[in-house]
């Protein structure tokens, strides 16, 4: 016995359609052992995905940096830009998730049909929208960073970012596809997709960047080509797998002409206070990276570089917070939050404890680390190094404030993060970054050093909100 409570019979309008194949809740067991095997389960796909996705960064970044410094100082401008406009379309698979991952718990089929029908277009109308608004206000954000030392690379930066905007429909559709897969429990298929992506990008960058096969050398701009390719295709192939019987919820035509206002408001509910959190946490960090830029092309780089190398370790934090969303959701709709509750408690420790061991990298070869992307500049790489010492201590923190963060997203919560993030980047990461990096004298360390602190508030603050226990309702 699992102490499931029966979903309420549907509503007439919601008689489900006989074709409709339902995606099964993934029964979360009261075993503490089996309830770590399952989220184990539903975390590794992510983590493979989500690598694959900063695989796709740091194989620019690497291939990049066989170009030049220069063209590695246009990355550490590019990449904070791209990060915060990809952290906004993130929004949309968070509510996305939230709301077919409680409709699967309910065993509400029809649910589950509607709220990824209404994910897609909403993908589609708010991916031209932004589009549009990216091709004006993107280039206003890149000339934020132009002075004297910046100025020679903020042509690639420019070309870069506005590739990466004119995929943003197709890039939204991804991020709602695989959402989508993902609260109905399927983990694996987005990630070999984005597997397969990750492949090609390597391909196209070879290509482009050096001028393979005839092709122009296009340096940064043929990074950013390979990558749009590659986003544009993911979208396209998960959206095409949701309307085939392998997919656990199969849409078709009539998916979409029985999308109600009630789907468009429960789809809206969590995604509007969810467009925050990117917006305040974005913001914060690229006025936080203007800090860095005052440091120079050199600290530049180095930051660059470390963040590159940092980012590997996000991912068992992102994996847990994705497996402890799904788990949440589901187990709210089926009425369990004690439960949900331990799903919470596993993923916190397991996300801590793998982020810990990464960090010991960061703490032991640093210096061989960093040789992967910079190899003839010793005081870059040094730099860097000294960066990646610090983060080794960042990890448990960091793992610990994801998972939190995915449990209160999975439970319809998008508007704590928001406060959580708006204290720690607002409230602590700018304005510590710049008073250890300049009237202290510590440079570039200090900026690293910053980001223990914020990490350690945010942390001590979910643990609090989800001890608080409003999220269950």
């Not at 440079?443 to 909100?465: P, Q, Y």
């Amino acid at each position: 016995m699992t102490g499931r409570v029966s979903p309420p019979p549907p509503a007439p309008e919601d008689v489900p359609l006989p074709e409709a194949l339902p995606a099964p809740p993934l029964s979360f067991s009261d075993s503490t052992t089996s309830l770590r095997r399952q989220l184990l389960r539903l975390t590794w796909p992510v983590v493979l995905q989500n690598i694959s996705r900063t695989f796709m960064l740091l194989v620019d970044t690497a291939m990049i940096g066989r170009v030049g410094t220069s063209a590695m100082a246009s990355m550490a401008i590019i990449a904070p830009i791209v990060h915060s406009i990809f952290s906004l379309l993130v929004v949309l698979g968070v509510a996305t998730l939230a709301t077919v991952a409680r409709a699967t718990g309910e065993g509400d089929r029809v649910r589950q049909e509607r709220a990824a029908a209404t994910s897609l277009l909403a993908a589609l109308g708010s991916g031209g929208v932004l589009m549009l608004l990216g091709l004006v206000l993107a280039p206003l954000v890149v000339e934020a960073y132009r002075d004297a030392s910046t100025a020679p690379v903020l042509a690639a930066a420019h070309d870069y970012t506005r590739l990466i905007v004119l995929a943003l429909p197709l890039i939204l559709l991804e991020e709602a596809s695989a959402a989508t897969l993902r609260g109905a429990g399927d983990t694996r298929t987005p990630m070999i997709v984005a597997l397969a992506a990750n492949a090609l990008n390597v391909f196209g960058n070879y290509v482009f960047i050096f001028g393979a096969f005839g092709t122009p050398a296009l340096g940064v701009v043929g990074a950013g080509l390979s990558t749009a390719i590659c986003h544009s295709l993911q979208g396209l192939v998960l959206t095409g797998l949701l309307f085939t019987r392998r997919s656990p919820i199969r849409l078709s035509g009539r998916s979409f002409a029985g999308v109600t206002r009630d789907a468009w408001a429960r789809l809206g509910r969590i995604a509007g206070p969810a467009v925050l959190e990117p917006l305040v946490i974005q913001s914060g960090f690229l006025v936080y990276l203007k800090s860095i830029s005052m440091l120079g092309p050199a600290a530049l780089a180095a930051h660059r570089t470390a963040i590159t190398i940092e980012s590997l370790s996000f991912m068992p934090g992102y994996g847990f917070s994705v497996a402890c969303s799904v788990a949440v959701g589901q187990l709210l709709g089926e009425r369990r939050p004690d439960v949900a509750v331990r799903a919470i408690r596993e993923s916190v420790v397991l996300a801590a404890l793998l982020m810990s061991v990464l960090g010991v990298a960061f703490l032991a070869i640093p210096e061989v680390l960093m040789g992967v992307f910079i190899r003839q500049d010793a005081d870059v790489i040094g730099a860097g190094a000294a960066c990646l010492r610090i983060a080794s201590l960042e990890q448990p923190l960091l793992g610990a404030a994801m998972a939190l963060a995915g449990a209160l997203r999975g439970a319809g919560d998008t508007r704590s993060p928001v406060a959580v993030g708006a204290l720690g980047v607002w409230g602590i990461r700018v304005p510590l970054a710049y008073a250890l990096a300049f009237p202290a004298g510590l440079g570039l360390t200090g900026v690293w050093i910053t980001m223990i602190v914020d990490w350690g508030a945010r942390a001590a603050a979910f643990a609090w909100i989800v001890r608080r226990g409003s999220w269950k309702r």
